[in-house]
């Protein structure tokens, strides 16, 4: 009998320890190293930075429906109606920037070195930007595409081991201040909606953007809210950034678009949109109206994306994606649409062969009636990656006028032999 209560009693006593096992030591949490500290430091400022902003935006919005009730175009070909603006508005917009890429350390030192033993070149940022600053004087915007993250440290690996087709680009902290000098006396707009600003992941996104801010460059596409960018008359021009993803306003939807646009629309008198979409390549100068597929992805249809913005009230559509010039779109009275302006400064392991060496800096009037009044492009051409320089040769203007009989006959700008672009006259 005693052998059985003890029996029992050790049953219990292992139920119990089943239950309720005894509690593992916690570990002892390790310092964190001085690159961890720098890492959650840039965190906390990039998100510092960005509440910071989303406040002022907030401060600064005008009383929704302001143009609300303006009737909307029928059609990216409609003339636009007008909208007032305190003093005219001039606007100067680049295709794709890379300043470089810490991603790569191997193609960088290649690139250092025959920058410096062969070209005698310094590829600092400032350095490398410096002969597109004479191409954005007198501006009051500046618009470029960033290509790429900023910032540095450990990131994950975006391209996977066996990949091919796959670049990732980040370039130095530096990059940010050396975009704001672009345009001095303007407003600079750093564009992120594009294939390459989350080359270091979303922590990179947002030190990127933390990274503009602080130098003072504003930041289109980084989410589906107009940029704002406040004019000394006191007038507001939003500025809206599309790419063909869903981490970015998408601009595979159209519906989508237009309604983003209609929204920034009512409230402020110029909408300025850009749009990273098409086929990339020397075979992608053409543009088509339908989806565009590049390495088995839709990248969008760029009439169909002008259409939606347009018909949502955009002033200026701004394109660059394909690599290569494109077309220029400029009814009478209507809203100016350059579907490509190509690679105005690739550093970075990019193909420069032609026609993927040349591009144009678009600079367009945006007069009282908040329309185009005046629009000129300066063509440039790259020697090699991050050597840039005006293109004196005329061939921009020949590839462009070419391409905008062949794509829009009815409806393409011309561009003489000074850059000064005519809109097409009505039929």
């Not at 760029?302 to 009814?331: C, D, K, N, Q």
């Amino acid at each position: 009998m005693l052998r059985s209560a003890l029996t029992g009693v050790a049953v219990v006593l292992m139920v119990a320890c089943t239950r309720a096992p005894l509690p593992a030591p916690e570990p002892v949490p390790a310092s964190p190293t001085a690159t961890e500290r720098a890492r959650e430091d840039s965190l906390r400022a990039a998100r510092e930075a960005r509440a910071a902003a989303d406040a002022e935006r907030a401060a600064r919005a005008v009383p929704l429906g302001r143009f609300a009730s303006l009737p909307r175009p029928a059609s990216r070909l409609d003339t636009l109606l007008p909208r007032p603006l305190q003093r005219p508005v001039k606007v100067c917009a680049g295709g794709d920037v890379t300043l470089g890429t810490n991603l790569d350390t191997a193609w960088a030192e290649r690139a250092q070195r025959r920058m410096r033993d062969t070209l005698h070149r310094s590829d600092a940022p400032d350095s490398l930007l410096a002969p597109l600053r004479s191409l954005f004087a007198g501006a009051d915007i500046a618009i470029v595409n960033v290509e790429s993250a900023i910032g540095e440290g450990p990131s994950p690996s975006k391209c996977g081991p066996a990949s091919t087709n796959c670049f990732a680009f980040r370039a130095p902290l530096s990059s940010a201040r050396a975009l704001r000098s672009i345009a001095p006396r303007a407003r600079v707009v750093g564009n992120l909606a594009n294939n390459h600003a989350r080359d270091a992941g979303n922590a990179g996104q947002d030190s990127t953007v933390a990274a503009l801010r602080r130098a003072g460059v504003y930041v289109s596409g980084d989410d589906t809210l107009p940029t704002l960018i406040p004019m000394r008359s006191g007038d507001t021009v939003a500025v809206l950034g599309f790419y063909t993803s869903r981490e970015t306003p998408d601009a595979r939807d159209t519906a989508a678009v237009r309604r983003l646009v209609a929204r920034a629309a009512d409230q402020y008198p110029v909408v300025l949109v850009t749009m990273h979409l098409g086929a990339e390549g020397r075979r992608a100068q053409h543009t088509a109206d339908s989806s565009e597929i590049f390495l088995g992805i839709d990248r969008g249809n760029p009439v169909a994306f002008a259409e939606a913005a347009v018909r949502g009230g955009a002033t200026m559509v701004i394109g660059h994606g394909p690599h290569v010039l494109r077309a220029v779109e400029w009814p009478a009275r209507g809203a100016l649409v350059a579907y490509s302006l190509g690679n105005l400064l690739t550093y970075g392991p990019f193909v420069l062969h032609e026609p993927l060496n040349r591009a144009a800096v678009l600079c367009a009037t945006i007069d009282t009636t908040g329309r185009v009044s005046s629009a000129s492009l300066a063509p440039t051409m790259q020697r090699a990656a991050g050597v840039v320089a005006r293109d004196r040769s005329g061939r921009a203007f020949v590839l462009v006028n070419a391409l905008g009989r062949e794509d829009f006959p009815g409806s393409a700008a011309h561009v003489n032999a000074r850059g000064v672009l005519t809109p097409a006259r009505p039929r």
